[in-house]
């Protein structure tokens, strides 16, 4: 009987057992099925839009990048002519691209459209022709990931910027920080990765909240085109100069050391630099870094909208939703935070405008003295230490936020350009005395961006004739071509719901 | 315990005695299965992640996620008494087995509250942590009725949004995947940039 009963008690425990199993892995499973997605979305897919069918809110969000509506006191989504707002720039620039036409960055969702219109980008007349290499679209969008996967790395940075006005037309979105299984943060940019081997990191490492920063890191730092890497020699190839680390004067030892230059001056004739915008280096050295704070935690915070939450992807400046971002962890009024941050930026500023004048002052001097006869080996010194000031200012000035990120080391940066400009001018101003000339030497006006262009030799006339040139006739051949090319991809739908 | 299992078990000549064996291996292995599907192990952890073992943590752990308590602070730091370990243990074993009963009888409501028990738990909580800017004489004067509030009343009575903002419930999150904690991968860069990487 005792046996009877036992066996009969253990079949109800297993069968019991059994069906708690069974309503375990059903429950984990729902969790899999509660997101039903509409489509497949297939490795590096560049269309944004494909995406959005996924995540309607969020890719909703992103489109909202379009508005151009908010300006701060240096920053926004406005469009700003930076040029005009400041000529000194045009001399600053003088015999390289920036001095054409320089802008105030808009949303991500301009990226492709601003760099098919800026003077720099000049007017190709074939895919063959034009001033810039393919490297220039590496940040643009999310077919460019696609582009190194179908041709390799290093061949997609020996093309032509004109060849791929038709392949690069998404602007930067959802694949350049998404893996689309599962929306994973992830690295789709080999420089990055490349600058982390260099230091001797491994990226796979990060944390999830690093890499919230990160993926902004792609793009948002100081690089150069290397055209000497070895095995890749003549290939513009990508890299971050962070190999002896990442402050301003690790960077600049880096490049002084492969006596690297990125143009050289027309004025001055100095070996140049052209900080692009290191505003990841300069945030890792402020206290928000220094907290773990991350890009997205202020830049796109949490957002709720008929009562479901999600992440912000109208990625903008935080002083345009103070509430979600500074007001999470800071309880004070708005007003008041706004103008703690342009207090930081406006007392940055006002030493950057002065190390602007010295260097204007440093470029004209300097070819005075080339003018009156000076010597390769007597200016040797003095054109270092203007490359040394202007990359100084320039990495301060390019990284738009960078006296709000980090207004100390800011301070110093533009502290140290200062000692180095001034430098220059002590070395000039003897240089030309010896060269008998003992007075000060006469400034140009440049009082407009137009004055500062004449001046420094750019005829406009022909390169606005040359980019409305392109516009009218290359630009819609090459669009309608990748038009039809994605018209052929299509969308495989998954839905359950229809 | 010995004795109750020689009473139980069958006599060792009986063909019940290999039966008795087997269903007790039976028992044991479903069992074991049972604690891996249901990631048991991954409880006695402080990991946040083992909250969202059970999906309708979800919203939780996301929001958690992107408060500035996340630097600091986990789901047990809150949620689990602190003052000594069997207490912690003893609390979080009550806690889970009346989750995990609710979880499988599937009556979880949409949007859920803390039981007082719990409630007491992070009160004390917040107060272990915050105990200077809660006890300080000078913050009586700074915030007016901060010490009879602290002390009569719950800290989210007024900090309604810490931690986890003021929306709740699990269709707040629709599109919100949280990581699954047996989804660890790490790997962050595709795999054709891997092998792009290593071809060099």
């Known amino acids: ?498 | 315990m010995l004795k109750i299992i020689n009473k139980i078990l069958p006599k060792k000549d009986t063909g019940w005695r290999s039966f008795a064996v087997f269903a007790i291996a039976a028992l044991l292995g479903l069992g074991f299965f049972l604690m891996k599907e249901a990631e048991v192990v991954s409880y006695l952890s402080d990991n946040p992640q083992a909250c969202v073992n059970c999906h309708n943590m979800t919203p939780m752990y996301n929001s958690w996620n992107h408060s500035s308590h996340r630097e600091w602070a986990s789901c047990n730091d809150c949620h689990v008494p602190q003052d000594n370990i069997f207490n912690s243990y003893y609390f979080k074993a009550k806690d889970g087995l009346y989750h995990a009963s609710v979880f499988t009888a599937r009556a979880e409501p949409d949007v859920i509250f803390m039981q007082p028990a719990s409630q007491e738990v992070v009160q004390n909580n917040c107060v272990r942590c915050h105990v200077q800017q809660v006890t300080q004489t000078k913050y009586d004067g700074f915030i007016e009725g901060h010490r009879d509030n602290r002390t009569e009343r719950q800290c989210w009575s007024c900090h309604k949004e810490v931690p986890h903002g003021t929306v709740h419930g699990m269709s707040s999150v629709r599109y919100n995947i949280a990581p699954l904690p047996t989804d660890q991968e790490k790997m962050v860069i595709p795999e054709w940039l891997e092998k792009e990487m290593e071809s060099k």
């Open chain 1, 1 to 498: 009987m005792k046996n009877k009963v036992l066996f009969v008690v253990t079949i109800i425990v297993v069968f019991l057992l059994g069906l708690l199993a069974s309503s375990v892995i059903n429950r984990k499973n729902e969790a899999k099925y509660q997101f039903a997605p509409q489509v497949n979305i297939g490795e590096n897919e560049p269309r944004n839009e494909e995406w959005g069918k996924n995540y309607p809110k969020e890719y909703q969000s992103f489109l909202q990048t379009a508005d151009t509506s908010f300006a701060t006191y240096q920053g926004g989504s406005a469009k700003r002519d930076m040029l005009e707002e400041d000529p000194r720039f045009v001399v600053l620039w003088a015999g390289y691209g920036f001095s054409k036409d320089y802008n105030q960055g808009r949303g991500h969702f301009y990226a492709v459209e601003d760099i098919q219109n800026t003077l720099r980008t000049g007017g190709p007349e074939s895919k063959e022709d034009g001033p810039m290499p393919a490297t220039c679209w590496t940040c643009k969008g999310p077919d460019v990931p696609r582009l190194m996967n179908e041709k390799g790395v290093a061949e997609f940075y020996k093309g032509t910027w004109a060849e791929n006005v038709s392949e690069v037309v998404n602007p930067i979105g959802c694949a350049d920080c998404h893996d689309p299984e599962n929306m994973k943060l992830r690295i789709t940019r080999p420089a990055l990765v490349e600058a982390f081997d260099a230091m001797g990191k491994d990226i796979n490492k990060a944390t999830h909240q690093e890499m919230r920063s990160l993926v902004c890191a792609q793009c948002h730092v100081e690089y150069y085109f290397d055209k000497k890497k070895p095995g890749k020699e003549g290939v513009p190839y990508l890299t971050f100069p962070w190999k002896n680390g990442m402050s301003v004067d690790d960077m600049e030892k880096y490049y002084d050391d492969m006596e690297f230059s990125d143009w050289t001056h027309k004025i001055s004739r100095a070996p140049m630099l052209k900080a692009q915008h290191p505003g990841y280096e300069t945030f890792l050295t402020g206290v928000h870094a220094d907290r773990g704070v991350s890009c997205a935690d202020c830049h796109m915070p949490y957002k709720s909208e008929g009562g479901q939450k999600f992440t912000d992807h109208h990625l903008q400046s935080p002083l345009n939703n103070v509430a979600n971002s500074c007001q999470v962890c800071h309880r004070e009024d708005a007003d008041k935070l706004i103008s703690n941050v342009y207090d930081r930026q406006k007392k940055a500023a006002e030493t950057r405008v002065k190390l602007e004048d010295i260097l204007v002052k440093s470029h004209i001097e300097a070819g005075k003295a080339w003018e009156l006869g000076a010597t390769e080996e007597q200016m040797k010194d003095i054109l270092m230490d203007i490359r040394h000031a202007q990359w100084r200012w320039d990495f301060s000035a390019a990284s738009h936020g960078a006296s709000f990120h980090s207004p100390v080391e800011i301070a110093r940066v533009l502290g140290s350009g200062l000692a180095e400009a001034q430098e220059a001018r002590v070395k000039l101003a003897r240089l030309l005395a010896t060269l008998g000339f003992n007075k000060p030497v006469p400034m140009p006006d440049i009082s407009t961006k137009e004055k500062a262009q004449e001046y420094i030799g750019l005829d406009m006339e022909k390169l606005n004739q040359q980019k409305e040139s392109f516009k009218k006739n290359q630009l819609p051949k090459w669009l309608e071509e990748a038009r039809i090319r994605e018209s052929k991809i299509g969308s495989e739908k998954v839905s359950m719901n229809d």
